[in-house]
């Protein structure tokens, strides 16, 4: 079947089987392979990408279902003006190890800190819950987002 | 903390310098397994035993093979053509590749289907007609040295019964005579749960044999590359010139990536036959059931002490549960890893210890998961010992420790069991750690609450790790001496290239490495690529595992840089026109003794090395070491964590966690904090939640990641860190090893604190995970 999914601001029109999911067709087909895959059962986060703008998880998402909508990967979070201010963050406060699931992590944290640049330790813990981290034990990954977060409501309490 | 002794412009040991490795990692440019894509690889999928135990009497794969897309199904009896059914493990047994006679446990490879897309491949499983007759299963180490259990290698040659090894070490007369003297025995028979290391990323390959040139590159998700090329030559025949081994960015191994599993070796031999590349990548479902299982060891110790609360002597029993083949990626001669350590950190004559392991019905595994070879269960039996040998001496848990530890003075101090301590002050380190914890006052805490019904415990660990395998003249895995090597080369305008025979698996070797030839150089580690991973481009070494990358690599990167600088000082002599024994060295420059201000830097010398050399001087400045460690190191810490448990659920939490950990000279400190992080994390998750269990017909219950609970940052606990600093004496830079230290001592410290709860009650034990159901019995069995 034909789908047309919006990626990073860019078309990608394509046949698809009806069983592909949304996360195989954008490893596969579309070639981004950011999006990473640590699981079978939705339980680890690492295939998160956001759908028009709030989080799934693209293993459990078909990519019939996210025809005609906007797909944010960890390609896209970089804008013109480089960095996103939670890229940095991960690197800056080590929230980072071996990485696989930092684009989930990353863009979980971009989308909670898009409706809150003041998130207490805790709403961060629970934002992220639905993502598995096996290396940093999470203490670093829930500082990058608050630095993140600051960052952000800085550069727009300034501007 | 150290302070550095370089600015921060170089970045040397004891600089938290910002990882290389993050700039592709956070874009998503990185380069996982998965992530490979060859043109015209074929896609593999394997078929799996849903029985513990059956005979396979017929394969019908016909169906399979006619379906669309399936280019071959191969079995156990085409891979039995080419002498390729079954392979050796790591321990000297033999495992099928794919089962030709029997299934031994659920999840065991059956058959692969090799086909154009790896949804067809799956579908093409399903088409596959396999004709079982059930045998009984055993699902116990117990069960399976009971007379008259079934025989489940019934292929191996003079086996006649379930049992996979026996091994004995210390001595058995001094540790009796320790016990006739004691005034108590203090006993605790415990599991230490199956356990998966279960890292983000699962296993995989990409096998691409070239039938013309015979060129076979394997991407693999390997900690240990070079070793497993000679394996992969060792057991495939292929002439090892012809094999290149390519490690990508790893997502995370903690031991899971260390063995050679079944899969890859029918997916090389696939991609040999078929002429194309050959791509498997496991299910989460397929890593739980089938690579790499860790611990499920059977523990009996027993502890000789005083009245005093001197520990006199200590007695091991322990039955492993080592599934249906022997496979522990283990040295040669320790038949059970390193498990003697479990002598700790105390200071005490003699020591038996005795191990069996016994085959089941199970995954095969027995897997390193973060810890030095078994390291983590002796450090979990020692110090619950320890803590009840309190309880029943009627000593505060932490004085009992502070009586029978090894004194500073005492190093370097020979074990009851052999080990030579490099160096430690053990009671600071517990004294700073109570002390953050406010241990006193914790205590009277305690007392208050429990007069109110209210439970609240304080865990006390105190390990020591043996780490940083390990010298030659004892340490092989498949008969590999344990060494490493670095090749660093230096360019004409001072930026370098390290080559590393060990491989990273988000630990950060790309940093931390340029960061010790820095330090031993001067040349900024931001100007030296570190490349490791791809065995046609780095030097020999046995992979990264065992804590062992920075004692030994790290030893090697330190010792080849140190070459770099004597060259390039005698090359600065010659341009300096002094004599090179008046040379020195600070951070950055070379300088004529006593004139500071007659001065070359490294990229002067680098330059002079391919430009302007002294008379007789070779050309380039570059060099090799391969390093073979005088010793292991040991890493200790102290660890205090205080819950608070719900007498009526069970339920318990943690409240604080204060781990100090002493691994020598820190290198990066925010990356030795990270790897602690993620340590102390591993071992909650263990003491509470992490386990994979069977049922009585053997099926596995923890296969996906809704059985087999890891923890979410939701659960998991914060952590205050703490330090202390005592190099390694014999290690070039002073550091110890770190990325274990937290997941082997910690365990102990939760289940302590929850026991420590109930102590008053009588409660001496509650097996891992401490799930709330089993403190539930434990209050209601003790106050019953
Ligand atoms: S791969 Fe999607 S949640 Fe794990
Ligand atoms: S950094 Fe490795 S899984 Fe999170």
């Not at chain 1, 895959?37 to 293993?59: E, F, N, Q, R």
């Not at chain 2, 040295?145 to 086996?159: M, N, T, V, Y």
């Not at chain 2, 016994?358 to 803590?387: D, H, M, W």
């Not at chain 2, 034990?765 to 209601?780: K, T």
Request: glycine share 10%; aromatic share 6%; net charge negative.
């Amino acid at each position: 079947m034909e789908v047309n999914i919006t990626i990073n601001g860019s078309e990608h029109a394509s046949d698809v089987e009806p069983r592909t999911l949304l996360v195989d067709h954008i490893r596969r087909t579309v070639g981004l392979t950011g999006t990473h895959v640590g699981c079978d059962t939705t339980s680890c986060g690492a295939c998160t990408v956001l759908m028009d703008g709030k989080p799934v998880k693209a293993c459990t998402v078909l990519a019939a279902q996210a025809d005609g909508s906007e797909v944010t990967t960890v390609e896209g979070l970089k804008g013109a003006d480089g960095l996103h201010p939670i890229q940095s963050a991960f690197t800056d406060d080590h929230g980072l190890q071996c990485g696989f699931c930092t684009p989930g992590m990353m863009l979980v944290g971009a989308s909670l800190i898009a409706e809150n640049t003041d998130p207490s330790d805790d709403e961060v813990r629970w934002a992220i819950s639905g993502n598995l981290c096996r290396c940093t034990g999470y203490i670093n990954i829930v500082k990058a987002i608050q630095t993140a977060a600051a960052r952000v409501a800085e550069s727009s309490n300034g501007s | 903390m150290v302070a550095p002794t370089t600015p921060a412009e170089i970045g040397g040991i004891g600089h938290s310098v910002q990882r290389k490795e993050d700039a592709r990692l956070i874009e998503g440019q990185g380069n996982f397994l998965d992530d490979i894509d060859l043109p015209n690889t074929l896609h593999m999928a394997i078929l799996r035993s849903p029985l513990a135990h059956a005979r396979i009497n017929g394969i019908d794969s016909e169906a399979a093979t006619a379906l669309d897309g399936v280019v071959a199904v191969v079995t156990g009896d085409l891979m039995d053509q080419h002498g390729l059914a079954w392979m050796p493990t790591l321990s000297g047994d033999t495992q099928a590749v794919l089962a030709t006679d029997k299934v031994r446990y659920q999840g065991q490879e059956v058959a692969a289907v090799i086909a154009t897309d790896p949804y067809i491949a799956t579908d093409a499983l399903e088409l596959i007609e396999v004709d079982y007759e059930d045998l009984p299963p055993i699902t116990t180490p117990q069960q399976s040295l009971e007379e008259g259990a079934a025989l489940i290698r019934d292929e191996k040659e003079g086996q006649t019964d379930n049992l996979a090894y026996t091994w004995e070490t210390g001595d058995k007369g001094a540790t009796e005579e320790a016990f006739a003297q004691a005034d108590r025995v203090v006993t605790l028979e415990t599991h230490y749960p199956r356990s998966h290391p279960a890292p983000l990323e699962t296993c995989g390959i990409v096998a691409d044999v070239n039938s013309v040139t015979g060129q076979a590159t394997i991407y693999m998700t390997s900690q240990a590359p070079h070793a497993h090329r000679t394996l992969f030559a060792m057991v495939a025949g292929l002439p090892e010139q012809n094999i290149r081994i390519v490690s990508p960015d790893i997502g995370g191994g903690f031991g899971n990536k260390v063995p050679i599993y079944p899969g890859y070796v029918v997916a090389t031999a696939a991609s040999l036959l078929i002429g194309q590349p050959v791509k498997w990548v496991e299910s989460r479902t397929e890593n739980l059931i089938s690579t790499g299982f860790a611990r499920d060891y059977y523990m009996k110790g027993e502890l000789a002490v005083t009245d005093q609360g001197r520990i006199l002597g200590l007695r091991v029993n322990m039955l492993s549960d080592q599934g249906a083949f022997y496979s522990d990626a283990q040295p040669t001669q320790f038949r059970a890893g390193l498990f003697h350590v479990v002598t700790g950190s105390y200071d005490f004559p003699a020591a038996h210890i005795d191990c069996k392991g016994a085959f089941t019905n199970k995954a095969p595994g027995g897997v390193a998961y973060r810890c030095s070879f078994r390291i983590t269960e002796a450090s979990y039996l020692i110090e619950r010992l320890v803590q009840n040998a309190a309880y029943e001496v009627g000593i505060d848990p932490a004085e009992m420790r502070l009586r029978n530890f090894i004194q500073p003075e005492q190093f370097p101090y020979e074990t009851a069991t052999g080990f030579v301590y490099d160096s430690g002050d053990y009671p600071t380190a517990l004294r700073q750690a109570l002390d953050a914890a406010g241990y006193e006052e914790l205590r009277a805490e305690q007392a208050a609450a429990r007069e109110e019904g209210r439970l609240v415990g304080i865990g006390i660990a105190h390990f020591t790790e043996a780490v940083g395998a390990g010298p030659a003249h004892t340490y092989d895995i498949a008969g590999l001496k344990m060494i490493d090597s670095a090749e660093l080369r230096v360019h004409p305008t001072g930026k370098a290239i390290l080559k590393l025979g060990v491989k990273t698996q988000g630990q950060g070797h790309e940093t931390t490495f340029a960061q010790i030839v820095a330090e031993e150089t001067g040349i900024p580690a931001t100007d030296i690529k570190v490349i490791h991973g791809d065995t046609d481009d780095t030097p020999y070494g046995l992979g990264t595992y065992a804590s062992r990358s920075t004692p030994v690599g790290g030893a090697a990167t330190a010792m080849v840089a140190r070459k770099i600088a004597d060259k390039a000082r005698h090359i600065a002599a010659h341009l300096l026109e002094a004599a090179p024994e008046d040379i020195e060295r600070t951070a950055d420059k070379f300088h004529v003794a006593g004139s500071p201000d007659q001065a070359v830097s490294i990229q002067d010398a680098a330059f002079a090395a391919y430009t302007n050399l002294p008379e007789g001087m070779e050309y380039g400045l570059e060099d090799v070491t391969y390093y073979n460690p005088p010793n292991l190191t040991f890493p200790y810490g102290s660890y205090v964590v205080v819950v608070d448990v719900d007498p009526d659920t069970g339920v318990w939490k943690v409240r604080r966690m204060v781990a100090l950990d002493d691994c020598g000279v820190r290198i990066n400190p925010m990356i030795v904090e990270g790897q602690i992080h993620g340590g102390l994390t591993e071992g909650f998750a263990m003491s509470s939640m992490q386990w994979i269990t069977f049922d009585d017909d053997g099926n596995c219950i923890g296969s996906n990641f809704m059985d087999y609970l890891i923890p979410t940052a939701w659960e998991t606990p914060r952590f205050e860190l703490l330090e202390t600093v005592t190099p390694s004496p014999h290690h070039p830079i002073g550091a110890k090893g770190i990325g274990e230290s937290a997941t082997v001592g910690s365990p102990a410290a939760f289940v302590n604190a929850v026991v420590d709860a109930l102590a008053h009650l009588g409660v001496r034990n509650i097996d891992m995970p401490v799930l709330p159901d089993r403190v539930w019995e434990a209050i209601d069995t003790a106050t019953a």
